[in-house]
C-alpha cells in the first residue's frame, strides 16, 4: 500500500494481481516447440508455397539452424511483388493460387533479400514478462525463441501468451477495487467500429472495406444489434469463384466491385462474438481464445455496438500499456 502526509498525485500504481500475466515462468515453458521454418537461400516462391501449404504467415528464417531473420507476407507484399495476403489467398480458387506462385517464381530474389531484420528475437531462458514487453514495444505478434548459440528452438506467440491469461485462477483476477486500473473491455476498447448494416450491398461492403482499412466489419440489423461479421477472406472465398479477380481489384481500391445480387447477411458469418462493456479482460479472453476468435464487439443492453476489442488491445491491456478510449 501507500500512505502519504500530504496530496500528491499517483502517475502509476502497481499491485500483483493487477496485470493477471504469469510473467515469472519461462518463454521456454510457453513456447511452441518445432515450428515450421524458411532457409534463407529459399526463393520467395518456395516461402509462399510453404506459408500456403502451413497457413502461417510469419516464419523465422535460418541459416544452418541459426536465427538470422524473420519473413511474413507482407513483406513477400511489398518487397516480392505478392498480391494478396496469407488469409485471403487461402480462398482462392486453385487456378488462381497457382498463379500466385507462378508470378514469384519468375523472380529471382530469395528470402534473405525481402526478410525482415535484424530479428527480434528472446532466449528460451528468458522470462514471460520480459519477452511480452518486448512484443508490445515492437509491435510483433510473434517472437522467434533461440538457444545459448542463436539456434531457432521454438516460437513465442501472442495467442501462447494468452492462453496462459486464460488458466489463470480467479482468485487471482484483478480486484475491481483498484480505482483506475483497466480491467473491463470498456476500460479499452476502440470506440471506432467499421460496421455495415444486413442489407448493405457489395459495393457498399467492398467501401466500406477500403475505407476503413480493416479486415472485418460488423453487420447489424434493421434495429442496430450487431448480427455477425464480414472479413474480407468472405468476401473473395464466398462469392463465385469467376468473379475472384474483381474482387481482389476492388478490395484493394482499383476498382468497382462486380456487378452481384448480394448483401451483407448474405455473406457474413452468425454468431459474432459480443459481450458488455463492464466484462473483465480476463473473462473475454475465456471466451475468444478457446474459439479462435480475434475480435469482441463491446455492446450496450440492447446489443448494439459500443466498440471492438481485439487480440491485440487486450494483450496491450495485460501489460499496462493500453490507455482508455483506445482509438
Do not use: N
Not at 68 to 96: F, K, N, P, Y
Not at 265 to 292: F, Y
Amino acid at each position: 500500500g501507500l500512505m502519504t502526509l500530504e496530496p500528491v498525485q499517483v502517475i502509476r500504481y502497481t499491485h500483483r494481481y493487477l496485470h493477471p500475466l504469469p510473467a515469472d515462468r519461462l518463454v521456454s515453458e510457453v513456447m511452441t516447440r518445432y515450428p515450421v521454418s524458411l532457409r534463407a537461400d529459399a526463393t520467395v516462391a518456395e516461402a509462399w508455397q510453404t506459408m500456403l501449404q502451413w497457413g502461417v504467415k510469419t516464419l523465422p528464417v535460418v541459416s544452418e539452424g541459426v536465427l538470422v531473420g524473420m519473413l511474413t507476407d507482407e513483406d513477400l507484399l511489398q518487397r516480392a511483388g505478392l498480391a494478396q495476403r496469407l488469409s485471403v489467398a487461402r480462398q482462392l480458387d486453385a487456378q488462381l493460387v497457382q498463379e500466385s506462385v507462378a508470378a514469384l517464381e519468375t523472380s529471382a530474389l530469395q528470402v534473405s533479400q525481402v526478410m525482415s531484420q535484424p530479428v527480434i528475437a528472446v532466449s528460451e531462458g528468458d522470462r514471460l514478462g520480459q519477452a511480452v514487453r518486448l512484443m508490445v514495444g515492437e509491435g510483433v505478434k510473434r517472437l522467434p525463441v533461440v538457444d545459448a548459440g542463436g539456434r531457432l528452438v521454438g516460437v513465442l506467440s501472442r495467442v501462447d501468451v494468452l492462453r496462459q491469461v486464460c488458466d489463470i485462477a480467479p482468485e487471482h483476477e484483478v480486484p475491481e477495487a483498484f480505482v483506475g486500473v483497466l480491467t473491463t473491455l470498456g476500460d479499452v476498447m476502440s470506440p471506432k467500429v467499421p460496421a455495415v448494416r444486413y442489407d448493405s450491398g457489395l459495393q457498399a461492403i467492398i467501401t466500406a472495406f477500403v475505407q476503413s482499412g480493416s479486415h472485418r466489419l460488423v453487420v447489424t440489423g434493421a434495429d442496430g444489434r450487431v448480427i455477425g461479421l464480414i472479413s474480407d477472406a468472405d468476401v473473395v472465398g464466398r462469392l463465385p469463384s469467376q468473379h475472384q479477380r474483381g474482387l481482389l481489384a476492388a478490395l484493394r481500391g482499383r476498382g468497382r466491385s462486380p456487378e452481384l445480387s448480394v448483401t451483407a447477411r448474405d455473406i457474413m458469418s452468425e454468431g459474432a462474438l459480443t459481450a458488455p462493456p463492464e466484462m473483465t479482460i480476463v473473462e473475454a479472453l475465456r471466451l475468444m481464445i478457446p474459439e479462435g476468435r480475434k475480435w469482441i464487439v463491446v455492446v450496450d443492453d440492447a446489443g448494439r455496438p459500443l466498440g471492438l476489442a481485439d487480440r491485440a488491445i487486450l494483450f496491450s491491456a495485460l501489460t499496462g500499456e493500453a490507455s482508455h478510449g483506445r482509438a
